[in-house]
């Protein structure tokens, strides 16, 4: 019998969703292409999701190349991962969708899994808590049933992605790697991460 949130042939049972293309003005350049091993940090995260059957990646049209992942046009550029998320939900199949940036480099397939194992009936948000207990809405899985809140709060000049789902509609999972919730907004927090993940070099 296959673990929970994964089909009989290996793969999940849910959506893979990347938003990117944002200005990365605290970065000083195109932060989905900065390198991390060697690889764009848009590569890292993709490869936390290529269990899933269907991958969309949120972008502006023509920037980003990446096999396997469908382009999604961002309808609100500019209007931050509100914005993305919204494209997203309206782009995936019923169901739920991981949706994350190319903020965060250090997910993992198990970080995915824990957050999938952790759904409930009734859920419609499953995110992770940050090592001072505070929900992390980029790097969780939303149910496309929110798209219609979504909309609403985008059309009413809402951009904060907290507000995303309900509170009472929301998982929240504690004990994940610290590492997989590190946020990539500088050059300084690349070189830290790197340290992280690599100790000793």
Known sequence: MEARGTLPDGSWDFTGAITAGGRSSRFGSDKA??????????????????????????????????????????????EGPLAG???????????????????LPGLTRAYWTTLAQARLPGALSVQALDATGRPQPLGALYHTSLLPRVRALLDSGERRLRLA?????????????????????????????????????
């Open 85 to 103: 998320l919204e494209a997203a939900l309206r782009a995936a199949p019923d169901g739920w969708v991981a949706f994350t940036g190319v903020d």
């Open 165 to 201: 789902a309900p509170e009472d509609a929301t998982v929240m999972v504690a004990g994940v790697d610290p590492a997989a919730l590190r946020n990539v907004n500088t050059p300084t927090d690349l070189d830290a991460l790197t340290h992280i993940l690599n100790p000793g070099q």
């Open 33 to 78: 292409l900065a390198l991390l091993d060697g690889s764009p940090l848009l590569q890292h995260v993709a490869a936390s999701l290529e269990p899933c059957p269907q991958r969309l990646l949120v972008a502006p049209p023509g920037r980003y190349t990446l096999d396997g992942w469908a382009p999604v046009a961002d309808t609100r550029p500019g």
